[in-house]
């Protein structure tokens, strides 16, 4: 007789709203009981869809991958590309869902925005990144609506953010050259209005979600001078009534390291007929509104990979039994996992304190120094946020051991998808320099302190009230330092990133410190206030005196001479 082998169950997922008590308990700290009440039915749905439907979809597609036909049989250019079963049910879901359309209805006034991301936080994890076509398509509907275009308005704006599958649309945006991303002001892609018609000319490095309807394109008309402010915003199609590519040539879908469903193009315009969105300049700033909004979708993005680990690795350590007992029983286990569930609770926080600074600009107005804290914010809280979605996401893969390392788990993709956010939508360099010119003018820095301390003084709890104090002293150093160097160019950049994740780690400890007060008093419950606690002690402030002599011998690898 053979030995019995043994079978790993493998882990499972519930309703991922009705499981999650941070998005529960945040809901009903900031949501009015009557609105929530009202939107709960669609997040347990969507919570059903992405513990359910959709989870399984998404492990039976894992191997498949948008497919480009650049020729037919018969010699024709084609450039077609199809996607998986899993995005393609993705795209309806999102649309009946109002993944993108719940912030446009905005049938709860500031709350419609919070209420869209936690539809977003819910959906993304189950459908491997299909939030970067809605992330830009969100982004698409409020830069025309800003712009003030009304023709393009009319054409696109109803369709970007309608519930109805089969007038949806959705928008690529397309920046990157071969030149640089960061930089876009080295951008080489000409504007010619031929005959009053645009046309647009050039080479587009990352285009991704190609196949969306429409594009936000950046060029430069010609005549126009060479640098950012040389560049336009203009309004694309793509595709012809019939499918086919007008003055565009697909030339490869990248070969990424993560994001593989994401149909992700190098594309040739060779006279691509485009209408600007806002004049023959000022490209940059228009499209402000699309970087701000697929900032903080990125955000949103971070806080759901570290939920969605959490739960599957929760839920295996019941199962996966070593050294004579499951791992939910071992000590240093369960400290990994509550490492994990604090860094997701931070991020967790700071996503969705950003989500209601931007319902409330969109729909009430905000005053300057709020204005001025949700331009720092966007920045702050993608990088910041980013960073701890990969670190969390290789913890999650090692907690399944090797299983954490094979594919058809569904595991690795957590770790690789991660690694696009603090690349994606500006690095974690460029955001942080970004935060430094946002702290330069206008009253950040005072709406940023007043926030913090305003939830650090709602702690009334004493050890919360010591949590509290560490976020306050991290922030007093922060402010020293900037004061101190803001005159020291080379000094100021190169300490730009510990500055920058000081500021967001800190301000996640101050919200972390002002629900867990809230949910002592309104849950009686502890868990907020562990998370707050184990946060602080984790570290917040990493600004450190370093020497630039010793920086640039240390990165050029050259010799550094010593007397
Ligand atoms: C999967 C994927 C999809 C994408 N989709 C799109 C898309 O749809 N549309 C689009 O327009 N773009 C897209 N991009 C491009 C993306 O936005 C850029 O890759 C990103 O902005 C970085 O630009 P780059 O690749 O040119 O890197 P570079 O700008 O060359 O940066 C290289 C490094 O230098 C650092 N750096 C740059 N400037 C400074 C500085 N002043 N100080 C210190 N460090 C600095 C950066 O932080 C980075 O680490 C996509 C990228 C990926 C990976």
Redo the contacts with the bound molecule.
């Keep these: 007789m053979l030995p019995e082998v043994f079978q790993q169950p493998p882990p499972v997922l519930g309703n991922q709203y009705l499981e999650d008590r941070v998005l529960r308990s945040y809901l009903n700290r900031v949501i009015p009981p009557d609105v929530l009440r009202s939107v709960e039915p669609s997040l347990e749905e969507m919570g059903d869809l992405a513990g359910g439907e959709l989870y399984r979809l998404q492990l039976a597609d894992h191997a498949n991958e948008p497919v480009l036909t650049q020729w037919d049989a018969w010699g024709e250019r084609a450039d077609r590309i199809e996607l998986t079963p899993l995005w393609r049910r993705a795209e309806r879901v999102a649309a009946e869902h109002g993944v993108v359309a719940a912030a446009y209805e905005a049938a709860h006034g500031r709350f419609s925005r919070p209420y869209q991301f936690a539809l977003a936080y819910l959906f993304h994890p189950s459908t491997d990144v299909y939030t970067?076509p809605l992330a830009?398509t969100d982004g698409a509907a409020r830069t025309l609506l800003e712009s003030r275009n009304a023709e393009l308005i009319e054409r696109a704006v109803g369709r970007l953010t309608t519930r109805d599958p089969a007038r949806f649309w959705t928008s690529?945006?397309?920046?990157?050259e071969?030149?640089?991303?960061?930089?876009?002001g080295l951008a080489q892609t000409v504007a010619r209005n031929e005959g009053g018609a645009w046309r647009l000319y050039g080479r587009?490095?990352?285009?991704?979600?190609?196949t969306s309807q429409m594009a936000l394109v950046?060029a430069r008309p010609e005549g126009n001078p060479p640098g950012a402010q040389g560049l336009a915003l203009f309004y694309v199609e793509p595709r012809d009534e019939a499918g086919g590519l007008r003055g565009i040539r697909v030339l490869r879908l990248?070969d990424?390291l993560?994001?593989r469903k994401?149909p992700?193009a190098e594309l040739m315009l060779e006279g691509a007929p485009a209408r600007p969105v806002q004049g023959a300049s000022g490209g940059v700033k228009a499209i402000v509104p699309m970087l701000h909004l697929t900032r903080a979708w990125n955000s949103i993005a971070a806080a759901a990979v570290m939920r969605r680990g959490l739960a599957l690795a929760r839920d295996y350590a019941r199962k996966r039994f070593a050294f004579g007992d499951v791992l939910a029983h071992k000590p240093l286990h369960v400290d990994t996992l509550a490492a994990l569930q604090t860094e997701a609770e931070g991020v967790f926080h700071l996503s969705f304190y950003l989500a209601q600074l931007i319902g409330r600009a969109e729909t009430e107005g905000l005053p300057e120094c709020d204005a001025d804290l949700l331009r720092l914010l966007t920045s702050v809280a993608k990088l910041v946020t980013a960073k701890q979605a990969v670190a969390a996401a290789s913890e999650t893969l090692e907690a399944f051991g090797g299983a954490g390392y094979v594919e058809d788990t569904g595991l690795p993709v957590l770790l690789r998808d991660a690694q696009?956010l603090p690349?994606?939508?500006?690095?974690?360099?460029?955001l942080?320099?970004d935060a430094l010119r946002a702290l330069e003018k206008g009253e950040a820095w005072k709406a940023l302190e007043e926030k913090a301390r305003g939830c650090i003084r709602s702690a009334r709890d004493s050890r919360l009230g010591t949590a509290g104090r560490a976020a306050e002293s991290a922030l007093e150093h922060a402010h020293a330092w900037f004061e101190e160097n803001r005159r020291a160019a080379p000094r100021l950049?190169a300490g730009?990133r510990r500055f920058a994740l000081t500021l967001g780690r800190t301000l996640e400890l101050a919200l972390l410190v002002e629900h867990a007060q809230w949910s002592l008093d309104h849950e009686r419950d502890g868990r907020a206030r562990a998370a707050a606690l184990r946060f602080a002690q984790s570290g917040v402030d990493s600004i450190a005196d370093v020497d630039l002599d010793d920086a640039r011998a240390l990165a050029a690898g050259e010799p550094l001479e010593q007397e």
Excluded: R, Y
């Design positions: 970067c830009m690529g945006q397309w920046m990157t071969s030149t640089g991303g960061s930089d876009v587009k490095w990352f285009t991704s979600a190609v950046l990248k990424k993560g994001t994401v992700t696009v690349i994606w939508e500006g690095t974690t360099n460029v942080s320099l950049e730009a």
